[in-house]
């Protein structure tokens, strides 16, 4: 059959009954001069198969990374990139593993691993299922890091919640922000580089004694939500934190930091039960600036705070070895300074942030003393027990991330 | 002569275009005669419209729901209404005033009841309670309120209390003699399930809240007989005694044993691959609970026995609520199953799922019975009575597409339908 020339372009009108055909992968690219918007636009594939009811493809594309309201210009950047990645990943992603085969030494069961991962967040993205979930390559897998799992009543009451309170900006930017984050966390699995396949395989692997991730940051808290509480003046505590605010920044960081430093709402967000709430914030002043100075001054950082092990910041070396904001670290190396970056949550990123926290030092920030070591790894007798308990724990909790690095024994390498 | 032929012939030639499953179009009402011939035209329409297998079951089932249903459901909106409105393509029946917002669970009463009554809990902080007779009518009977959403809810093996949970982290039991309802549960966050559990020698409810705790209460007391801990929050629950399965956040899927006590049976790897929302136990010939179907965010149920005699070919799992089938490569789209239910007598499983969608399925010949069309929202809850002739199921927002896609103005419905024979278990050959 002839191939349909509008439907290539993303404007086919007859959809569905188009005489001529329509290939699937031609029909991923966006079409900018359409209606964006979510119920019912022209957007090529998607709308056409459903003409009334419920849109998924529209939704996962459009409205849902972009707000409410103006939903226009930042959904059509959002579904541009995802759309045009997906269609052209499908049609690389193969080749790519398949020459990057021997090379790597991955056992067969192994790269049927990865390829199943690889495949299953390519169905994610496309399908418009729920994304706030977690996942699991396989029955009997421990489930992949990096995914903040609601179930659609929580976020719905969240939403109710808000809309009593008159919050529902909150609600709506703590909600794009979760999904940036997926997002984010998707697009890394999809297109693993080496350290983030050995990352995701030890995890994989270790079944039994991962404990189950907890809400975030170590939250076994009464309001078991875990949602980033709405932080009621969150531009002065993010400024305390010289947090450039992008929405796509680890954001369960700044939000939940933002709820405890407001204080006013019992934070939800298990950073501990609400007496110690000042702790960590003092704690984390004083302590953290180095961290905050250059975990926080970034844009556009992949992967935020869920991943353990080096896919973190292995790709967001990559990222933002070329977006670095000015840091008064010049003289750290280029992926120590991309890891840092990526949010102080994963054992070696505090590693090297111990590392450049040091060269901070130097540098006119209030840092206290603890740093001024030159030793890349603490043997575990000088870790205080709450230290030793933060490398241990699968995330750090905020405020209590430890300036010290972590013990060699606890690392993956 | 002739212009009397013209006006009499037209409302006929009309009649065969409307597609299967819309409404016939309103007839011309310009005259008397018209309308006289006009009536019966579109009973004709709705014959042909309905699919077979529903009518030729309603009419069998005189004494259930009586005549044919099309005139039960809203019958205004098939004379009436111009537009192809989607919001029952199946042409059950509605419930009369259905709740406000979203509903959340539906139960009918137990066999000690005469009679069927139905209770829907919502997302209006409401709990309603209807009659529904055998000829398909539904009268409202009563109501109670939470201050928050109602989740769950659930019925006393005797029929005459009804448990409710809600968002408000508090379970209330409702007595419907005197319409009083009193708290007899306090978690630390919203209590996700409910359930009643009838042991020989104990009675209790069950909850489940998202503050991972699974609690027992006997309802006169206001501490819980029993705690138990959860990996996670509690997502769903199901319980035939002496089995209770629970499945909760982060994959966790929990059994558990309630003889004497309520105690774990077994932590049970997830068959699935992402996160659990619904939870079904299905009982084997001889009535006993044998194992349970799961169903998750990604449109995939599964099936799994607790002591199965070759786990390997017994559990399996089966892909659900989707599009576009397997027709070509191009990315389907995936629904959450978000509810499961099992007919009584036949052992046969109904879904529902976001994409507005029913699927009767026989898990044994692992085939399935039959898929609804699609209605225009999700379908939220779905039950059956407890002899398995009524089919309830609530289409309503399930918050599956974020709050862009809610929309506080739309009609909920909760609709009922005939079960006794589609959901008849297809012979194994």
């Not at chain 2, 809600?166 to 319409?179: P, R």
Request: net charge positive; proline share 8%.
């Amino acid at each position: 059959m002839t191939i349909c020339q509008f439907f290539l372009q993303g404007r086919c009108r007859f959809g569905d009954r188009c005489w001529n055909e329509h290939p699937r992968g031609g029909g991923g690219r966006p079409h900018s001069a359409g209606p964006v918007r979510g119920a019912g636009g022209g957007w090529g594939a998607a709308s056409q198969r459903y003409a009334n009811v419920i849109q998924p493809p529209i939704f996962k594309h459009s409205t849902w990374g972009g707000s409410g309201d103006g939903g226009g210009f930042s959904g059509a950047s959002d579904f541009g990139s995802p759309g045009n990645k997906s269609a052209v990943f499908s049609q690389n992603r193969f080749s790519a593993l398949s020459s990057a085969h021997p090379a790597d030494g991955f056992s067969d069961e192994e790269q049927r691993l990865l390829d199943c991962v690889a495949k299953d967040m390519a169905t994610w993205e496309s399908s418009g299922q729920w994304m706030f979930s977690c996942y699991s390559p396989e029955a009997g897998k421990p489930n992949v890091s990096g995914f903040r799992e609601f179930s659609a009543e929580e976020v719905r009451l969240e939403y109710y919640n808000c809309s009593a309170n008159n919050n529902t900006e909150n609600y709506i930017n703590s909600v794009n922000q979760l999904v940036q984050e997926w997002r984010n966390r998707l697009q890394e699995l999809k297109a693993l580089n080496a350290s983030g396949k050995e990352s995701l395989l030890s995890q994989l692997k270790n079944a039994v004694t991962q404990p189950l991730p907890s809400l975030g940051f170590g939250g076994q808290q009464a309001s078991s939500f875990g949602f980033p509480s709405f932080p009621v003046s969150s531009s002065s505590s993010a400024a305390s934190f010289s947090f450039k605010a992008n929405p796509s920044v680890p954001p369960g960081n700044a939000a939940a930091v933002g709820s405890s430093a407001a204080a006013s709402n019992p934070p939800t967000f298990g950073v501990t039960s609400s007496p110690s709430v000042p702790n960590p914030v003092g704690s984390g002043n004083s302590s953290a600036p180095s961290a905050a100075s250059f975990s926080f001054k970034t844009s556009g950082t992949t992967s935020g705070c869920g991943t353990s092990g080096l896919s973190g910041f292995g790709s967001s070396a990559a990222a933002n070895s070329s977006s670095t904001a000015p840091l008064p670290v010049s003289a750290t190396p280029s992926a120590a300074t991309g890891t840092s970056q990526s949010g102080a949550s994963s054992a070696s990123a505090a590693q090297t942030a111990g590392a450049s926290g040091h060269n901070v030092t130097s540098a006119p920030s209030a840092v206290p003393n603890g740093i001024a070591s030159d030793k890349l790894y603490t043997p575990r007798s000088e870790l205080t027990a709450e230290e030793l308990e933060q490398f241990e724990a699968k995330r750090f909790t905020l405020g209590k991330i430890p300036l010290k690095p972590p013990p060699i024994d606890l690392l993956y390498l | 002569m002739r212009e009397k032929q013209l006006r009499t012939r037209r409302p006929q030639s009309a009649v065969p275009t409307p597609a299967a499953g819309a409404p016939a179009p309103p007839p011309p009402l310009c005259s008397r005669r018209l309308r006289r011939e006009a009536r019966p035209a579109p009973c004709a329409a709705l014959r042909r419209a309905v699919s077979r297998e529903v009518s030729s079951a309603v009419r069998t089932r005189m004494s259930l729901f009586g005549s044919t249903s099309g005139f039960g459901t809203g019958g205004t909106s098939m004379f009436g209404s111009t537009t192809a409105d989607n919001h029952n393509p199946m042409k059950d029946i509605e419930v009369t005033s259905p709740p406000d917002d979203s509903i959340s669970c539906l139960a009918f009463s137990p066999p000690t009841l005469p009679g069927n009554f139905l209770i829907a809990g919502s997302w209006a902080n409401d709990v309603r309670c209807w009659e529904v007779q055998d000829n398909g009518q539904t009268i409202p009977k009563a109501q109670q309120m939470h201050t928050g959403p109602v989740l769950d809810g659930c019925w006393s093996d005797d029929g005459s209390k009804v448990f409710t949970a809600s968002c408000d982290k508090t379970a209330k039991m409702w007595d419907l003699n005197s319409n009083q309802a009193i708290q007899i549960a306090q978690h630390d966050a919203p209590v996700k399930t409910i359930h009643w559990i009838k042991a020989p020698n104990y009675s209790c409810v069950m909850t489940g809240s998202w503050d991972k705790t699974l609690k027992f209460w006997d309802t006169r007391s206001p501490t819980p007989m029993m705690t138990l801990q959860l990996p996670e929050r509690c997502y769903c629950a199901d319980v035939v005694h002496p089995m209770a399965a629970v499945a909760t956040a982060e994959r966790g899927l929990i059994v558990y044993q309630l003889e004497n006590q309520p105690s774990e049976f077994r932590r049970i790897e997830s068959p699935l691959k992402h996160q659990h929302r619904c939870v079904a136990i299905f009982k084997d010939k001889v009535n006993k609970p044998t194992g349970f179907a799961l169903g998750s965010i990604e449109g995939r149920v599964a099936i799994h026995y607790i002591n199965p005699p070759n786990p390997a070919k017994d559990n399996f799992t089966f892909k659900c609520h989707r599009s576009n089938g397997t027709n070509t490569s191009a990315p389907q789209d995936i629904y959450a199953v978000n509810g499961i239910a099992f007919h009584p007598v036949h052992g046969t499983l109904a879904t529902v799922g976001s994409d507005g969608r029913f699927s009767f399925w026989d898990k044994d010949a692992r085939t399935k019975l039959k898929t609804s069309e699609q209605l225009d929202q999700p379908i939220s809850a779905c039950c059956f009575n407890h002899n398995g002739n009524i089919f309830a199921y609530a289409s309503s927002y399930d918050w599956s597409k974020g709050h862009e896609f809610y929309n506080p103005q739309k009609k909920n419905y909760i609709f009922l339908r005939n079960a006794a024979e589609e959901l008849k278990p297809r012979n194994k050959k």
